[in-house]
């Protein structure tokens, strides 16, 4: 296996995902005080291409969310835009204000290569779920099915109501399934 192909499916060590909580937090502020982004920390890791998601929570519910999927751009620079993004950009909600940084918790979900994968075979929590049919798709992350206790079926019925298809879309042969996992640094991780 190459060094490229190795670094691609490694998981990060737990320096490298402090590092993005710690950069994922400080791109949220500076961005909400218009302040200059951080600098990604310069860690061989955070170089590596990856998906990543940023999620924020208020008070235990969510105040946005977004991510990239594609490993396309080194995990650090996915982090910080992303960062950006969800306090910001998430048209479920408004711009995240100055007055809510201090209850704002950060979280981060560093993403797996996408696999296809067939229903039966979907294990919630340990999955994340990508679906697609025609221009129409939806992901959820992982701890999404653990948060809400659903079981393979309801799991795959949010990501179809996600993706705007009907609840039972996951079992038409032209739905397309995609399963990830996720290494999640929660809010209540410290760098």
């Known amino acids: 296996m190459s060094n490229q192909a190795t670094a691609e499916s490694a ?25 200059a982004l951080p600098r990604v920390p310069d860690l061989l890791e955070l170089t590596w291409p990856r998906g990543v998601f940023v999620s924020l929570h208020m008070q235990g519910e969510l105040r946005g969310c977004l991510g990239h999927l594609e490993a396309d751009v080194p995990i650090g620079e996915a982090t910080r835009r992303m960062a950006v993004a969800s306090s910001r950009d998430d048209p479920r909600f408004p711009p995240v204000t100055p007055g809510e940084l201090g209850d704002l918790e950060v979280e981060v979900s560093v993403l797996s290569p996408f696999e ?16 697609r049919r025609g221009p129409r798709s939806g992901v959820l992350l992982p701890q999404v099915a653990t948060e809400h206790r659903w079981d393979r079926v309801a799991f795959l019925r949010a990501v179809c109501q996600k ?19 996720a290494q999640v640094v929660p809010p209540g991780a410290r760098p």
Request: glycine residues 6%; aromatic residues 4%; without cysteine.
């Open 163 to 181: 993706a705007a298809l009907p609840s039972e879309a996951w079992k038409d042969p032209g739905t397309e399934l995609w399963a990830f996992r």
């Open 116 to 131: 296809r994968i067939r229903p039966e075979d979907v294990v919630p929590g340990r999955d994340g779920l990508l679906i």
């Open 11 to 35: 998981l990060l060590s737990s320096a490298a995902l402090s590092a993005l909580l710690e950069l994922a937090r400080q791109a949220v502020v500076a961005s909400v005080e218009g302040r």
